[in-house]
């Protein structure tokens, strides 16, 4: 682990291997260790920053709102710091993956390829974004087992409690252990993301996306049509996942992750 400081912010994160940069981008209410199945598999060719974002983990936490721009600022900040100037993939998960295009939008020179899992391109609907704000507010009144309560049974398959505990029992542990005033801000910030679909089709990088087939909050469907919409992307359905699918599926995503980061090396 290294801290890091940038963007007025101190950040924790993980710089692992060599070879082309990779930033690994957390989904919400979570931290970098979401991807800890990833990082031996990943790190032999490519050399991942793993970071927990503003308000997560043990990074800094800003009051208010922290929008997908500002995280998107926060990672070329860092990437800044790290003096990592070529162009990296960027692979998000959910949130992490309304950043990574936060991130395409404001910085695509600084983008090689681009991994979309288990995300959204669409903005939230008012009802959405209303709900959102009244979590914000439980969070910060009451902490966070109102919002495990609320989220957890949604990002994981139904399945997993039973056959995969100690996954289901991680994913709690990484939403207690969030801090509320930094989740609020996320949410509030997630919120008043705008939509992206005017995005896809500017997608001129190497992309793949992915969605776990009980995904319960960006379903496979969904995540079909945005891959659809970015011209030549790929769209996989990683099996015996829902939401969390690089923790629930480590297998078949790394597997994938590892083809997808391959070919690239290859192509260089
Ligand atoms: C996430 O996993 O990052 C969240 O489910 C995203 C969201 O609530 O829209």
Redesign the pocket.
Known sequence: MRQISAAGATFNIIDRGAGPAVLLVH??P?DHTMWHAQLDALSVNNRLIVPDLRGFGRSTVTDGTVTMEQFADDLVALLDALGIQQPVCVCG????G?IALAFWRKYRDRVRSLILC?T?SAADTPEAAAARHTLADKATAEGMEKVAEA?LP??IHPETPKVRPQVAAAVKQMILGTNPRGAAAALRG?ASRPDCADLLPTINVRTLVFAGEKDA?SSPDEMRKIAAAIPGATFVEIPEAG?MSPMENPQRVNAELQKFLADELLMR
């Open positions: 989904g919400f979570l998960l959910s949130m992490g309304y288990d959204r989220m949604k990002l997630m909050i939401h």
